[in-house]
Each structure stands twice: as structure tokens, then as C-alpha cells.
């Protein structure tokens, strides 16, 4: 009888405590959450349960989807975050609005940005992602905190030292090469003739390559299951994104999970077998490791080197998380940055002469080297200009680790901060009444005097977390646009739509279709 009403009692204390979990995440947590926002006249639009602001953030998608812009316009808010733009409208710069039942609050100042970006107390971190997300990227450097994110920072920062990035420019510009021969061939089947090719999909497939090679020391042929592998993924995240979260159903064994498990399999054992062929092979290339100073032989040898340093373990899973991130992050945002910029060099054939002119006076036809690529003022500020009018990551997220107050603001634990780059980077206030104009003069000082506000362009982000690739990547778009430049002169396609959109960075939705003339010089 004893035993009976203790695990009654038991069972009522849990059942109790599951109900309040539930009822205050559901309804207590938005009640205090709007309430406080709403003390500070911060609104947005109404909280549903459950699913917060997904439905509406997914009908405005889906509304903005069916829409073609015109080619010449840069004002591309609309299409690709409508949600932003309908709330700003309504409820001004910042708001607050619901991912499901996660708060988040969009700040659009660059001051607050830049404060809360540049913070290195840990009070602004990394937001959990959704679990799908976080297969497909990996729960690598990106998305650690805390100690864990500087150990693994501290593990592959060395893989991008000026130095490393020399040796690695030979690599870009084989593998570039490689790409344009082929155009080339195509141009000649062609007789000579002008040649469509989509270039968003040429670049996926140059961008993973150069990855490949240069920090993995592998070719795109071997990564291309990893590649494949996470690119099934990316399409389940893009059909799921506006789905309400449930915790723990992606472990239900339904139709979709099951081949998601597959596919997650099939990328893991891809890059365990990577790995382990490095592990096998003694590296005979000169460096100081015998696994290699590329990005694999660093993490490798720093898990190696844990077996008599314990504490500095980097485990074979958190290797594969890693390989994940940088296969990830090193291909899809280059790509996207060189699609964006032959576009508006092909919709502006004046500023593609003008970077001929510069190309062919400080490089000639030859290979560009770090000197010379220094020299390429004008190719500088077209790329500073892509990435302002389309940066490839749309958007920027923190989480507030404990209540914060900072100027008038008062943000709850827990609450989300999302910062619109795509729009910071557009607002009329700090650049200008020709912001959504393509106009790469406005960086002729640098970018710090570009805009009204010195840290207006924040497309690699900004503080410690800014990006660890950002120099491989300006190195690797340069050398493929000028040795583009050197060999073809490229129009827009009648065939064109212009449909930029939000798939986790900004992809152009019916591609970028391209007609290449190879030049006799
Ligand atoms: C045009 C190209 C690129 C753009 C626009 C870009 C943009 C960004 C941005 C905005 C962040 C910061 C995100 C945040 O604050 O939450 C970031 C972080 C990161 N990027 Fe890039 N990126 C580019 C290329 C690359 C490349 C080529 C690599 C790898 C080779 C890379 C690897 C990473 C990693 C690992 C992080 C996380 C850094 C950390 O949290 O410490 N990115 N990138």
C-alpha cells in the first residue's frame, strides 16, 4: 500500500511538473516574453501556439516565390525575407516575432549589431539550430560555444594563415583552369558561337572542388558523395524549414526520417573514409605534420596529438562535424558570391570592360598572384558591392545567455537575436538614397567610409566569430573572375529570371543561365 501511494505521488509530481513545462513553454514564456518587449514598445505580429510566426513567415514565402523580379532591380527584400519587409512596415526596424515558440527579435541598427556581434563575454551565443540543419552542416565550429568553440577554433585557424593561402592559390586556379578549358570546348562544339552555361551550378561544382583540394586534400570526384550526401539533406531542411519544431521526432522512424538516416549514414561514412585514408597515408608532400597542414592533416594530427595531450582531444565524430562544416561553408557561400557577381557584371557590361581593362594591365593573360591580385582596386569594390546588394548569408542569429540590458534594450534570457544583413546592407539611412542601386564607387575610400555607419557592410560578420574563411574566399572569387575575364566576355541570357531566394544562403531559384564568348587575345 506504501509502495502504491509513493509511486502515485511520484507519478502525479511528474505528470504536474510535464503539464507546467508544457503550459509555460507554450504560454507562460510568450505571455513574459511579449510583456516585457511590449513595456520597451517593441511589437510584432501576434504569437500563435505552437507555431509562433511560421505560417505567416511561410505563406509570405510562398506568395514571394511566384514572383520574377525585374533584372535591374537590386531591391530584393521582398522576394527574399517578405517577412521582414511586411513587419518592418507594420511594427518598424526592430520587432519581435516567433520561430514556433522561440522569441526572436530583429535588430537592424548596426551600432546594436555591432555591439552585440563584437561582445566577448558570452552573453550574445550561438542559438541551437534546427537538428536537420545540423546534420547536414554539422555541428562544427560554426556552431559551437564556450570552451568548445575555442578549442576547435584554435585547431583550424592555422589552415588559413597568408602563408598556407599562397600555397593554396596555385590549387584555385588549377582547378579554375580546369573548369574554363571545358567552357571553352563546349564553345567550340558550338562553332564558336556563343555558349549558355548555368553558372550558379558550374561554381557549386568549382567552389566544392577547390575546397576539396585545398583542405581536405582530396578531389571533388572523391567528395562528390559528401557533397551529394549533404546537398539530399539541404533539401529536406528547405522543405522542413517553416515546419513546427517537435523535439525528438526526427528520431520517429517515419518514411522521410528513415531516408534522411540514410542519407546521414552515407555522408558519415564518406567522410570517415577520408579520414581514415589520411590516417593510413604518411604524407609525403613537404610539411611539418605526417598528416598533412591542410585543414584535415591539422585536426588530425591535433586528435593524434591528444593521445599524450589529453584535453586537447578533437574525436573522430568532432572531426566528422567539422569536415561537414568547412565541405559546407567553404563551398556554398564562394559560389554564391562569384553567381551574384557575374550577374551584375552581365547586366553591367560597362564595369565588366572596366575590370577587363585591370585584369589585363596588372596580370596580362597569366596567372595572378598575391601581388598582383593586390593591385585589383576596381575588382575589389565590385566584389565589396556584390557583397553588399547580395550577400550570400541573409541573416545572422545570437541568443541572449542570461537577461541583457544594453542602451534602452532589455533582452530576456533565451531570446533570440536575428540581424538582417540582407537588409543592414540596403537601408537608405546609412547608405545613401542610391542604396539599391549597383554602384561599387561608394567603397572607392574603403568600407569603413562607405556608409554613414563604419560597420554597415557585415556580409563576413563582425568580432570573434567573423568569418575564418573570409580571406580564402576574396582570394578564391578573385582568381576566378579574373581569369574569367582573361578568357570570356559574358552576357545575361534572354532566358534569365531574376529570382533571388532565401535556401539557407542566397540562391538564385531558376539559376543564373550565362552566354559565354571566349575571347581571341
Ligand atoms: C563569400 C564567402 C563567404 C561569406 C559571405 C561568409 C560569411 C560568413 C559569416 C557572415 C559568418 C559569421 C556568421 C555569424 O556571425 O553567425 C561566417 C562564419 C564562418 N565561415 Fe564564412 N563566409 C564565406 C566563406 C567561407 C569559407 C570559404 C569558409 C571555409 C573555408 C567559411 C567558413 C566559416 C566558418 C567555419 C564560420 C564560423 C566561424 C566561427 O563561428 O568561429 N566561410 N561566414
Known amino acids: 500500500m506504501g509502495c502504491l501511494a509513493i ?74 525575407v517578405p517577412h521582414y519587409h511586411r513587419w518592418s512596415l507594420d511594427y518598424g526596424d526592430t520587432f519581435l516575432y516567433w520561430f514556433g515558440t522561440q522569441p526572436r527579435i530583429c535588430i ?41 568553440w575555442v578549442k576547435h577554433r584554435r585547431i583550424t585557424s592555422p589552415a588559413f594563415t597568408s602563408g598556407k593561402l599562397k600555397v593554396m592559390m596555385k590549387r584555385m586556379a588549377e582547378c579554375t ?9 563546349q564553345s567550340f562544339v558550338a562553332h564558336n558561337q556563343c555558349k549558355m552555361i548555368e553558372v550558379n551550378g558550374e561554381f557549386r561544382k568549382l567552389t566544392a ?25 539541404r533539401q529536406c531542411c528547405r522543405a522542413s524549414i517553416a515546419d513546427i519544431l517537435i523535439p525528438w521526432s526526427l528520431y520517429l522512424p517515419t518514411p522521410e526520417n528513415l531516408g534522411i538516416w540514410k542519407t546521414e549514414r552515407r555522408l558519415n561514412k564518406a567522410l570517415r573514409s577520408i579520414i581514415e585514408s589520411r ?27 591528444a593521445k599524450t595531450k589529453p584535453g586537447l582531444k578533437l574525436s573522430m565524430n568532432e572531426i566528422i562535424e567539422e569536415c561537414k562544416m568547412f565541405f559546407f561553408a567553404g563551398q556554398d557561400t564562394t559560389s554564391t558570391l562569384l553567381s551574384w557577381t557575374v550577374f551584375l557584371l552581365s547586366s553591367h557590361q560597362e564595369w565588366q570592360d572596366r575590370l577587363r581593362q585591370e585584369v589585363l594591365k596588372e596580370c596580362r593573360m597569366g596567372i595572378p598572384d598575391s601581388d598582383m591580385l593586390a593591385k585589383l582596386k576596381l575588382v575589389n569594390m565590385v566584389f ?55 554602384n561599387p564607387l561608394r567603397f572607392s575610400n574603403g568600407v569603413s567610409e562607405a556608409a554613414k555607419h563604419p560597420n554597415a557592410l557585415i556580409a563576413f ?61
Open 279 to 305: 590516417l593510413n597515408s604518411q604524407v609525403s608532400r613537404s610539411s611539418d605534420s605526417v598528416h598533412g597542414d591542410d585543414l584535415l592533416g591539422l585536426m588530425i594530427g591535433e586528435s593524434e596529438a
Open 384 to 438: 565589396l558591392e556584390v557583397l553588399r546588394l547580395y550577400s550570400p548569408v541573409i541573416t545572422t542569429f545570437r541568443k541572449a545567455s542570461k537577461d541583457i540590458k544594453f542602451g534602452n534594450l532589455i533582452i530576456p534570457r533565451d531570446t533570440c537575436i536575428s540581424i538582417p544583413v540582407v537588409k543592414i546592407h540596403r537601408m537608405e539611412k546609412y547608405w545613401g538614397e542610391d542604396a539599391n542601386e549597383f
Open 7 to 80: 509511486a502515485l505521488v511520484s507519478f502525479t509530481v511528474i505528470f504536474i511538473s510535464i503539464i507546467w513545462q508544457i503550459c509555460r513553454i507554450l504560454f507562460w514564456r510568450p505571455y513574459v516574453v511579449t510583456r516585457c518587449f511590449r513595456k520597451q514598445g517593441i511589437r510584432g505580429p501576434p504569437y500563435s501556439v505552437l507555431s509562433g510566426s511560421l505560417h505567416e513567415i511561410e505563406r509570405l514565402k510562398n506568395a514571394a516565390r511566384g514572383s520574377v523580379l525585374e533584372t535591374s532591380s537590386n531591391d530584393i527584400i521582398q522576394r527574399v
Open 209 to 233: 572542388d577547390i575546397i576539396a583540394q585545398t583542405a581536405f586534400g582530396t578531389s571533388y570526384v572523391q567528395g562528390r558523395e559528401v557533397f551529394e550526401a549533404q546537398r539530399e539533406l
Open 461 to 521: 560578420g563582425m568580432g570573434p566569430r567573423a568569418c575564418i574563411g573570409k580571406k580564402f574566399a576574396m582570394l578564391e572569387a578573385k582568381i576566378v573572375i579574373v581569369l574569367m575575364l582573361q578568357r570570356f566576355s559574358f552576357f545575361l541570357s534572354p532566358d534569365y529570371k531574376h529570382t533571388p531566394m532565401e535556401n539557407l544562403t542566397l540562391q538564385p531559384q531558376c539559376g543564373i543561365p550565362i552566354l559565354m564568348e571566349p575571347l581571341l587575345l
Open 177 to 185: 583552369l580546369s573548369m574554363l578549358h571545358e567552357w571553352k570546348n
Open 108 to 148: 537592424s541598427d548596426p551600432e546594436l549589431a555591432k555591439h552585440i556581434l563584437s561582445n566577448k563575454f558570452g552573453c550574445f551565443i550561438k542559438p541551437m539550430t534546427r537538428p536537420l540543419l545540423e546534420k547536414m552542416a554539422g555541428r562544427g565550429l560554426g556552431l559551437v560555444n564556450g570552451a568548445d
